[in-house]
């Protein structure tokens, strides 16, 4: 598998251990240093440290359906460490009463993320950074 493929695999599992709420496994995908940052979505300061940032992404979607969806990839490796821009749609549909953003039960958006990695071992590259940027939000009363 090329570092190209490695990376296209990784992000999959992004979306689904996301969207199925596998916790474990989503965690498994970054640096125990990873860096979140919505900035420009929630105007939350970044979430430092995989914790922080796994604690942040349950609270905005562990009561929630949601279907993750990326492609387009602008991938590049430079040794052990990549970057990439992945274009990105979201949907999120939040159980009744749960929705962070009251009145809105869910959002559909378009952006991007912005992706830095470090490679693990010969096999495994994890997530260091994410920012997601988002060009268009439409938000379901």
């Given at each position: 598998?090329?570092?190209?493929?490695?990376?296209?695999?990784?992000?999959?599992?992004?979306?689904?251990?996301?969207?199925?709420?596998?916790?474990?496994?989503?965690?498994?995908?970054?640096?125990?240093?990873?860096?979140?940052?919505?900035?420009?979505?929630?105007?939350?300061?970044?979430?430092?440290?995989?914790?922080?940032?796994?604690?942040?992404?349950?609270?905005?979607?562990?009561?929630?359906?949601?279907?993750?969806?990326?492609?387009?990839?602008?991938?590049?490796?430079?040794g052990?460490r990549?970057?990439?821009?992945?274009?990105?749609?979201?949907?999120?549909?939040?159980?009744?009463?749960?929705?962070?953003?009251?009145?809105?039960?869910?959002?559909?958006?378009?952006?991007?993320?912005?992706?830095?990695?470090?490679?693990?071992d010969?096999?495994?590259?994890?997530?260091?950074?994410?920012?997601?940027?988002?060009?268009?939000?439409?938000?379901?009363?």
């Amino acid at each position: 598998m090329t570092d190209h493929d490695a990376l296209q695999a990784l992000k999959a599992r992004y979306c689904r251990l996301l969207d199925t709420k596998d916790w474990a496994g989503f965690a498994d995908l970054f640096t125990e240093d990873a860096v979140l940052d919505v900035t420009a979505d929630t105007g939350q300061p970044p979430f430092c440290g995989r914790g922080a940032l796994i604690a942040a992404i349950q609270h905005a979607v562990a009561h929630a359906r949601t279907a993750h969806h990326v492609h387009s990839p602008e991938i590049t490796v430079e040794g052990d460490r990549a970057t990439a821009i992945w274009a990105m749609q979201d949907r999120v549909i939040w159980d009744s009463g749960q929705s962070p953003i009251p009145p809105h039960t869910g959002i559909t958006g378009y952006g991007h993320y912005h992706e830095t990695y470090r490679r693990a071992d010969s096999d495994n590259w994890r997530i260091a950074s994410l920012t997601l940027t988002r060009l268009l939000v439409e938000m379901d009363d």
